[in-house]
């Protein structure tokens, strides 16, 4: 029986561990910001950079990690990112200089984006079609814990130690996953004997498929509306409205919550209507949510509870978008799932670098500019879907249909 027919104990838990490495390690430390700043001598903007630049590793590794795991294997590459993940987190915990956590940091991150870079095409190594979509939404189901549980990780263990400790359970997590892995994962992909392709030519050849571009452009458009929001939502709910930090935590929960009921709701129409029929259902909700915020606070100068209501329903359709587009990008790809899965991070980590900044740079005290880039960055998402996607039924006209006969 072959690998793809035999089940695997845990794997969806496994690799909703090993993807939890990215927000974990976002997340986890943004409450230790300001005593980081405090124990380097540094600015918190100074601090804040790591971030900035964790996210830039992560992107670069998982464009390195996708063409090896490709070739040599996702084994091979799961154990060389998670380790250097772990030299990375390691050597953040006794940073001495700013220095030096920045130099960690991009560590950290090009290890992370190495072996987490492997969770879906795992899952495309083993599934297919709406099989792949429902695997990838259970897997989500599990991962959207990790935004929750980590701040308050990191505020837990602020209290036991300091922020080095922080540090110090990412290195230990990291070496913990690589042995249960290593232990409990079989390849999934057998190395190739030939020698190891230009890595310029397989990303290419994603790009240069029209149908699996529209669903990158669809993803990476929806990816930066997420960091959009994550960039200016602080600033909106607390400054703004006057929202305390407590309650902002609980605000931002909400839209967890949302995401975790779309997903499910996803996996269950996966039964009846396409990958792209539901991917396109939650862009134009998307698109509907933001026109509906600007509207909303423009001319009606709309209260807290409005705004919170519009964004849950924003964020919560990414289940429909981001599960659907992994999915239907790797599947035109078999061979080389994870180079694929690789420009899909890459590109959305960019794409989510630039709205964030964009934010940033359009900031006025409003959330105005949070919420104009929110409907910018969909309204594109909404168009290059219409553009590069073959014409298909959408999921009402489908249902409809189906009533009919």
Wanted: contains cysteine; hydrophobic residues 50%; positive net charge.
């Amino acid at each position: 029986m072959s690998t793809k027919q035999t089940p695997i104990p845990g794997l969806i838990l496994m690799l909703a561990a090993l993807t939890a490495l990215g927000p974990l390690s976002t997340d986890a430390y943004l409450p230790a910001i300001p005593a980081i700043a405090e124990g380097l001598g540094v600015t918190i903007h100074e601090v804040e950079l790591s971030v900035s630049l964790f996210l830039a590793g992560f992107a670069c590794g998982q464009l390195t990690g996708g063409p090896l795991s490709d070739h040599y294997g996702r084994r091979r590459a799961i154990a060389l990112g998670l380790s250097v993940f772990f030299i990375g987190a390691g050597w953040a915990s006794i940073a001495g200089s700013i220095g030096e956590l920045w130099t960690a940091r991009i560590l950290q991150g090009f290890g992370g984006g190495l072996s987490v870079v492997n969770s879906m095409a795992i899952i495309r190594d083993r599934h297919s079609g709406r099989e792949s979509a429902q695997t990838m939404g259970k897997m989500a189901n599990i991962l959207m814990l990790a935004p929750l549980l980590a701040p308050v990780l990191g505020t837990v263990l602020l209290e036991l130690g300091n922020w080095r400790l922080i540090f110090t359970f990412l290195s230990a997590y990291s070496l913990l996953l690589l042995i249960t892995l290593m232990f409990r994962l079989p390849e999934t992909r057998r190395p190739s004997s030939e020698p190891l392709p230009n890595p310029i030519r397989g990303y290419w050849n994603v790009l240069k498929h029209r149908t699996a571009r529209g669903y990158l452009c669809s993803l990476a458009c929806a990816y930066a509306g997420m960091f959009a929001f994550i960039t200016g939502s602080s600033g909106s709910y607390i400054d703004y409205y006057g929202a305390s930090p407590a309650m902002y935590t609980v605000l931002f929960g909400l839209n967890i919550v949302t995401l975790l009921a779309c997903n499910q709701i996803n996996i269950r129409l996966l039964h009846r209507f396409s990958t792209q029929q539901l991917l396109q259902m939650g862009q134009r909700i998307q698109l509907t949510c933001g026109l509906l915020l600007v509207g909303a606070f423009l001319f009606f100068d709309a209260p807290l509870p409005v705004i919170v209501a519009l964004v849950m329903l924003y964020i919560g359709v990414q289940g429909f978008v981001i599960s659907n587009g992994m999915a239907g990008t790797s599947e035109f790809f078999p061979h080389s799932a994870a180079t694929a899965t690789a420009l899909l991070g890459a590109s959305g980590f960019g794409f989510g670098a630039l709205a964030g900044t964009l934010v940033g740079l359009l900031g006025d005290g409003t959330p105005l500019p949070m919420l104009g880039v929110m409907l910018g960055t969909t309204l594109l998402g909404n168009l290059m879907g219409w553009w590069l996607l073959p014409r298909t039924h959408s999921i009402f006209k489908a249902r409809a249909a189906a009533d009919e006969s």
